[in-house]
């Protein structure tokens, strides 16, 4: 590619596993589920934003639904390691394999 064409990131996303200790459950639709994982993504004006998934704590799959992350200072320090974790796992690429 050349140096005069500018490249458009238009997303940067990483899933993270919440440990165990942190996990949490919410109710969607009657349905009570454990949230497991982090969606983070980075946005355009250089904050963070994050979704929690899981699933139901009754079994199955379940849907694909997102959930609010509470306002814990503990997520907030997991969504912040886990950005700066993939800042150095981004910069540390060795190109396609």
Same mark, same amino acid.
């Given at each position: 590619?050349?140096?005069?064409?500018?490249?458009?990131?238009?997303?940067?996303?990483?899933?993270?596993?919440?440990?165990?200790?942190?996990?949490?459950?919410?109710?969607?639709?009657?349905?009570?589920?454990?949230?497991?994982?982090?969606?983070?993504? %980075?946005?355009?004006?250089?904050?963070? *934003? +994050?979704?929690?998934? &899981?699933?139901?704590?009754?079994?199955? !799959? $379940?849907?694909?639904?997102?959930?609010?992350?509470?306002?814990?200072?503990? %997520?907030?320090?997991?969504?912040?390691? *886990? +950005?700066?974790?993939? &800042?150095?796992?981004?910069?540390?690429? !060795? $190109?396609?394999?």
């Amino acid at each position: 590619m050349s140096s005069d064409v500018a490249v458009d990131v238009s997303a940067l996303a990483i899933n993270v596993t919440i440990p165990e200790a942190l996990r949490w459950t919410d109710t969607r639709r009657g349905e009570e589920f454990e949230l497991t994982t982090l969606n983070v993504r %980075l946005l355009r004006d250089g904050h963070l *934003a +994050a979704k929690a998934y &899981g699933r139901p704590t009754a079994g199955g !799959r $379940g849907a694909y639904v997102s959930f609010r992350v509470p306002d814990r200072p503990e %997520l907030a320090a997991l969504v912040s390691e *886990a +950005a700066e974790r993939a &800042g150095e796992l981004w910069t540390a690429h !060795r $190109g396609l394999g």
